[in-house]
């Protein structure tokens, strides 16, 4: 019998390792994680912020290495996305469950923060709202929020897409104040010819976006043959009730605002050959992470933001396999979240050494 056991035991072993792989990591119950969502207020008058904290409730101490902040995109919020339950957990919930002090937070005109007066007047009435500038004072209100409250120099911060342009410029002039960097989907400079206005054309304050144009979006660059399988099943409904939900206006018509001061921003920026911020300037541990059926920012432009990281301790490119611009809600979400807190680990055991 002993010689038999010996016999099996690799077989065994094995099986063991790849089902720990591929098993997902979910909370054991949702009544451990304490959650607290709340505004706080910005830089400008009348302006509110909505920031949202997830922890085990038996996580009482914080670090640097160990607290998460993420910003969302151009068009949905952040709270849709990363805390989105699917199987049971979201990206939050993941994070919070590994021991992260997680918070994201919501830049003027998104989800749950103060949406400017002008979104309440037809777009074509005002100029587009919005701008990078701004988005960049919030997230460092929200920065410095989550110092204060949790008594910390610096923290871990992750940005999503254009929100990659919000946290890689913040961080180019707040190094002190960063600890780790995470660009998901980086914006760099797009291909010579590209634009998003015609000659002669403006931008009003906001779009209205429906939610087929959403999944047709989210689908565009998917082969025909992967379309049925990529989202879990419910996935994109949830998300899209959930995301529309956000916007007080969209019961009216069934369509989401979303402010255009980034459209204008990639315009005479990122599609004029003429970058925003200097990645030159960050300083700190840098990962970026995107997935390779991107059909908004597509691996050429990570690929080249790569090469301008000359300044990091030490950077680091992961492209996804079988997933889009929206992965972290995708079959391959996983793969995406042991990415992320792999890199974000490290920073731990170095603080243990």
Known sequence: ???????????????????????????????????????????????????????????????????????????????????????????????????????????????????????????????????????????GTAVDHILKVRGLDKINVMGWSWGTSIVGAYTATHNDKVNRLVLYAPIWLFKEGTRVLAAGQTLGAYRLVSKASAKDRWLKDVPEDKKTTLIPPGVFEAWADATWATDPDSAKEQMLRAPNGVAQDVND???????????????????????????????????????????????????LGEGTHTVMMEKNRMQFFREIRGFLDEASAQALR
């Open 1 to 139: 019998m002993r010689l038999r056991l010996r016999a099996i035991w690799p077989a065994l072993a094995l099986g063991l390792a790849i089902a720990l792989l591929i098993t997902p990591v979910i909370p054991a119950s949702a009544a451990q994680m304490d959650t607290k969502s709340y505004t706080i207020p910005s830089s400008e008058p009348g302006i509110q912020l909505f920031v949202r904290n997830k922890r085990r409730a038996d996580v009482t101490t914080f670090g640097p290495d160990r607290t998460l902040l993420f910003v969302h995109g151009a068009t949905y919020p952040a709270e849709t996305a990363f805390d989105l339950p699917i199987a049971g957990a979201s990206m939050m919930d993941l994070f919070a469950d590994a021991g992260y002090d997680v918070w994201l937070v919501d830049v003027r005109g998104y989800g749950g923060s103060t949406r400017p007066a002008a979104m309440s007047e037809p777009p074509e009435k005002n100029k587009p709202l919005v701008s990078t500038t701004e988005a960049v004072t919030d997230f």
């Open 269 to 319: 920026y990122w599609a004029a050959g003429k970058p925003y911020y200097d990645p030159g300037k960050i300083t700190v541990p840098t990962l970026l992470i995107h997935a390779e059926w991107d059909a908004d920012l597509p691996s050429y432009q990570a690929q080249a933001y790569f090469t301008k990281l000359v300044n990091t301790p030490y950077k680091r490119f992961v492209e």
